[in-house]
């Protein structure tokens, strides 16, 4: 792929995510830290070497600047406190999970926003029934299974939350299918937390298919469920890998 190539949305995404965490950096910084995200998620394979260029990251940068000025503070990234149910209600049933991830958060020194303890709410439910499923399997015994899913449960708050926040700031389109949508990444992510809570690999096989354009299998993807992919997309990284290979030898 050219040097020249538009950027795709999840390389977008991820200066978009750089920036929220550190604003002050500038272009060249931020391309520092993306193209070693990339490289640790293996997604540079699908580009030639040092792409995207600084130039184009601080594209991205000036536009995710002008849009925060646009929108103006968003109440939302406030560090949440029980006095902001006047304002963003939590169901009573989901409360308690929200009071105790606070709790949680703030000894890490990591307070929750009001928008990750609203996502912590939301995935409430999921998280009942994840616990119900993995007890019907003996998955792990009680105590490890509440410290496993309660772990997950702010982890994927944490997450979406954050993607909510970068697709606010992004400029892509949302139809499925097409190397220009973010779309089938959005799905990749929630196929995966699927499979975290529930065991069900079938969602994640599917947003393999829609993102088979990719040359490498996505890291995030369980060793023992790659064995089971469809063979064309086995055949692209293979493909690819021995094509990498001539490319080194002398």
Not at 135 to 154: C, E, G, H, M, Y
Not at 233 to 243: F, G, L, P, V
């Amino acid at each position: 792929m050219a040097k020249g190539t538009h950027l795709t949305p999840q390389v977008e995404a991820l200066i978009t995510e750089i920036y929220l965490d550190h604003p002050d950096y500038g272009p060249t910084k931020t391309r520092e830290e993306l193209l070693e995200n990339m490289k640790e998620t293996e997604y540079d394979k699908n580009f030639e070497p040092g792409w995207p260029h600084v130039c184009a990251v601080g594209k991205v940068i000036r536009e995710i600047r002008r849009k925060q000025t646009e929108l103006g503070p968003d109440p939302k990234d406030r560090p949440w406190s029980m006095v902001y149910l006047a304002d963003y209600d939590i169901p009573p049933e989901a409360l308690h999970v929200v009071f105790k991830a606070w709790a949680n958060a703030l000894k890490e020194d990591n307070p929750l926003t009001i928008r990750e303890a609203l996502w912590v709410a939301r995935f409430y439910h999921i998280f009942k029934v994840g616990e119900q499923f993995k007890k019907a399997i003996q998955f792990v015994d009680d105590d490890k299974l509440r410290a496993l899913d309660f772990s997950l449960l702010i982890d994927r708050a944490r997450k979406y939350a954050k993607d909510e926040r970068t697709l606010k700031l992004m400029k892509c389109p949302v139809m499925p299918f097409t190397e220009r949508s973010i779309t089938p990444y959005l799905w990749f992510n929630d196929a995966i937390f699927y499979l975290q809570m529930m065991g069900d690999d079938t969602p994640l096989r599917k947003c393999l298919k829609s993102m088979k354009w990719q040359k490498v299998i996505p890291k995030e993807v369980p060793e023992d469920l790659r064995e089971l992919l469809p063979t064309y997309y086995k055949s692209k990284e293979a493909n690819h890998e021995r094509t990498h290979s001539q490319q080194r030898k002398p």
